[in-house]
């Protein structure tokens, strides 16, 4: 049976990847603090195929401290995650994931995984590409180890360019094999109210039916959202057909503004309120959206369109509203 490692596997993306490698009949090897107030929670699946199933509760920086057994795969998410304003007002915290991952490329190096796949992110790529005046679908080979980088977004954004850089030295220096991701602004059902896309949905539906709503920033900021189910399939595609050393977006090379996002909740929801950004919340890059070039090339288009996300994600709230009555 093939046996896969996933380091923050109990997160948002990490659960729905582990889900996906049950269902393929892999066993897997969960890692993950379970850090209170992060959302964390073990995979849907894993009680029901839970001879498969193996989660080990601590940080991954201990686990390979000790692991010495061979995985065929090693999917690694573990990470400080958060919305926004834990990426800007905790930008020290957040340079922790410099160690997880240099701990994660450290035990790579020694012992010798089939494929390590590194989840690194959009912060990545240059700023100076996502302003108002410069807006640019973001292309992988934008970011080269080549050539001078652009600054990233926030210490966020360098923790993942460095982890990249590692991945880089791993297949150059050790003749590993490593693939990297740069999800966008995935989203789903069960994300953590942390992050925009439920967190607006969550709240139109407590305000339905008032004049004026309001969003973070200017509200005109724009992002690449796509649907978890596709980042998975998008994965689940090319994590063996994609060259050692590669990188791919998961993106839909689709930009919705924040306020754009919030009238087609409110329109789901069956009223039209004027929309108005909120200038004391934080903003991030002006506009973040990814080239779908390469994506495309391996025959990857998103099945959810975002309509259809937004109605997935009320509805499941819904629920969750009912359940609370």
């Known amino acids: 049976m093939t046996r896969a490692l996933v380091t923050g596997g109990c ?14 009949g892999f066993d897997v090897v969960c890692v993950d603090l379970m850090k209170p107030g992060t959302g964390a929670r073990p995979p849907v699946s894993s009680q029901r195929l839970h001879r498969q199933f193996t989660l080990n509760e601590q940080d991954c920086r201990a686990f390979f401290e000790c692991a010495d057994e061979h995985f065929d795969y090693v999917f690694h998410l573990a990470a400080l995650v958060g919305g926004r304003m834990t990426l800007e007002n905790q930008t020290l915290l957040v340079a922790e994931d410099l160690a997880v991952d240099a701990a994660l490329w450290r ?8 494929t390590v796949v590194y989840f690194s992110s959009s912060a990545a790529y240059p700023v100076a590409l996502q302003t108002e005046a410069k807006q640019t679908l973001l292309c992988e080979d934008m970011i080269s ?3 001078p980088l652009g600054v990233p977004d926030l210490s966020y954004g360098w923790t993942k360019l460095t982890g990249e850089y590692l991945m880089k030295l791993y297949v150059e220096r050790y003749g590993g094999r490593a693939v990297a991701y740069r999800p966008f602004s995935g989203y789903g059902e069960d994300q953590d109210l942390a992050y925009p896309f439920p967190a607006i949905c969550r709240r139109l539906l407590k305000e339905r039916g008032a004049p004026e709503v309001s969003v973070w920033g200017s509200g005109h900021q724009c992002r690449d959202f796509i649907h978890i189910s596709d980042c ?37 929801l069956g009223w039209a309120p004027h929309v108005r950004g909120t200038a004391n919340r934080p903003e991030g890059v002006f506009f973040r959206c990814g080239d779908v070039t390469l994506q495309k090339s391996f025959g990857l288009t998103p099945k959810v369109g975002i309509e259809e996300g937004v109605r997935r994600c009320l509805k499941h709230h819904h629920r969750l509203e009912a359940a609370c009555v």
């Open 107 to 114: 035990w790579a190096g020694e012992c010798r995984p089939g």
């Open 145 to 147: 180890f080549d050539r």
């Open 232 to 268: 998975i399939d998008f994965i689940w595609e090319t994590m063996d057909a994609l060259p050692s050393g590669a990188s791919l977006n998961l993106s839909t090379g689709k930009p919705t503004s924040f306020i754009s996002l919030a009238e087609l909740i409110s329109r789901e």
């Open 11 to 24: 997160g948002f993306v990490g659960r729905h990847l582990c889900d996906r490698l049950l269902a393929e």
